[in-house]
C-alpha cells in the first residue's frame, strides 16, 4: 500500500493562507480543492486559477483532486448551463495539474430518472480529455446514494474515465454496510474520504468512533495494495465528544485555534493513529 494523506481544506479555514498553513504543519503535501478564500473553486477564472497555482507550488503543495460540485443539481435541472461549468473545470484541472475531478450523480433522481442519468454523465465523459477521470462520490439524497446504484453506473461505464470515491460516512446515513459496499465497489475504487459516522443517528465523528470499522477499511486497502489518496473531510462542527478529548490532546498544539482547525487536526489525528 502506497498512500498520500490529503484534504478538504476549506473546512480548516474560508482563508487560503490559514489552509495552507496548517497543511504544510501537519506534513500533508496535498490538497482536494473546494473553497479559496470563501469561493468555490469552480467559481475561480482561468486567470485566478493560474494565480492559485502559483501559490499552491509556493508552498510545496500539490492538488490531488477538484472537489467540485458537478452533478450536484436537480435531475429536473437544465443541463447545458452545468455541462459548461465542467467544461471550464476541466480547464482548471489542467492547469492544476491534477487527473482527478470528483462529481455526482444528481438529485431527485430514481429508478424512473435512470436513463436521464446515464445521458447527463455521458455527456461529461464525451467532454472528458485523455488523462483526466472522474470520481464519482457515493453522496446523500443523488442517484448513486448506495454501493448497487454505484455500482450500476460504473459498470455502465466500465471502461471510461470513472471511477469511484469511497465515502463510509455517507453510506453509513443511508444505512449501508460500509464494509459489504467497500467489498462490491473495491474493483472501481481509486479514491477515499476519511470520515465515520454512526449508523444509529447518522451523527459524523472522527474515523474509527463510528461504524465505518475504519481498523478494517485500511486492512482491505492493504490487501488490494492500494495506491493512492486519503483525503481527511471531516464535518466535525457538531462532534459532541471534542472537549472530552481536548483535555489530553497533543495533536492541538495552538490552544487558540478556531474550531475548524482544532477539528481538521482531530480528524488528522484520528486517521494517523489507525494507519500502520
Known sequence: MRIELSGFADEINPLMDVQLRVLNDLGIRFIELRGVDGNNITSLTLEETETLKKKLEANGVQVSAIGSPLGKISIHDEFEPHLALFDHVVKQAAILGTKYIRMFSFYDADEKERDEVLRRLDLFLKHTPSGLTLLHENEKGIYGNT?????????????????????????????????????????????????????????????????????????????????GFLSLEPHLADFAGYHALEREADWMKDKSADNGEAMFRLAHHALTQLLP
Not at 181 to 201: G, T
Request: hydrophobic share 40%; proline share 6%.
Open 147 to 227: 454501493a448497487p446504484r454505484c455500482l450500476d453506473l460504473l459498470e455502465t461505464f466500465k471502461g471510461a474515465p470513472l471511477l469511484a470515491t469511497y465515502d463510509p460516512a455517507n453510506l453509513i446515513q443511508e444505512k449501508q454496510d460500509a464494509l459489504e459496499s467497500f467489498d462490491l465497489l473495491k474493483p472501481y475504487i481509486a479514491y477515499v474520504h476519511v470520515k465515520d459516522a454512526r449508523m444509529e443517528d447518522g451523527a459524523v465523528v472522527p474515523a474509527g468512533m463510528g461504524d465505518a470499522h475504519w481498523d478494517k477499511l485500511i486492512s482491505r486497502l492493504e490487501e488490494m495494495n492500494y495506491e
